[in-house]
């Protein structure tokens, strides 16, 4: 059974830097994308960032272009993102989740982030931008 877990999240001021991790177990599948998403109070879950287990394959949104970055660390079965520059506006419940949908894990297009895309995620962790 596919499990996720995600840590690092908390209160940064404008300008921060976090570092969220995601790590990972039960894939019995050798096809796959882990993605990251958002969701701020009132608004929909977004799709930020995703990686792909066939070669590294990135796909960013382009809200998040340049700020964001996505990186796994297949040893210790835990994907991450890095957020720099943080604004009040990146605020929101920061989520992991896996896909072994063959039109998303190649992590190439927007559907790769797409959320319905998405069938296993975790629990959630919080960012808040303040000051």
């Known amino acids: 059974q596919v499990q996720l877990v995600e840590s690092g999240g908390g209160l940064v001021q404008p300008g921060g830097s976090l570092r969220l991790s995601c790590a990972a177990s039960g894939f019995t599948g050798n096809y796959y994308a882990i993605g990251w998403f958002r969701q701020a109070p009132g608004k929909e879950r977004e799709g930020v960032a995703c990686?792909?287990?066939?070669?590294?394959?990135?796909y960013y949104a382009n809200s998040v272009k340049g700020r964001f970055t996505i990186s796994r660390d297949n040893a210790k079965n835990t994907v991450y993102l890095q957020i720099d520059s943080l604004k009040p506006e990146d605020t929101a419940i920061y989520s992991c989740a896996a896909t072994f949908n063959s039109l998303a894990y190649r992590c190439s297009a927007p559907r790769s982030v797409s959320p319905p895309k998405y069938a296993y995620w975790g629990q959630g962790t919080q960012v808040t931008v303040s000051s």
């Open positions: 990686i792909s287990s066939i070669d590294g394959n990135t």
